[in-house]
């Protein structure tokens, strides 16, 4: 239970600090948020619990191949946001149309040899 507090605390700390840096900084907080921390948090965490390579290879490339359908929405949230919406609407129709793509690979990737 403490490991999990540990986990979640450190995760935490970087997501407090993007928001934190990004209030003054917002393209240098974009840089931090864009940077694979959690990825490679979530790889330090799966190994320390399950060290195989086969699991840990398997889960590095399908992170890559769903890396792909969450970056339209950071182009349609601020074009809706330029455009007037307001944020909770271009918020949700950025995820809503993550979640459509993120289906779209669920569904097209293992057709095409993907491993996800």
Known sequence: MLYFI???ALSGVIIAAISTVS???PGFGALIASL???SVLGMIWLWRERP???NMADHAQATFWFVLP???MFL???ALL???VNFWAALIAGCLLTIVL???MIWLGPRFGLRL
Do not use: Q
């Open 36 to 38: 694979p921390l959690i």
């Open 52 to 54: 195989d390579v086969t």
């Open 23 to 25: 209030r003054r900084y």
């Open 76 to 78: 349609v949230i601020p």
């Open 6 to 8: 540990l986990k979640a």
């Open 102 to 104: 993120y289906s779209v």
């Open 82 to 84: 330029r455009a007037g």
């Open 70 to 72: 969450s970056l339209p």
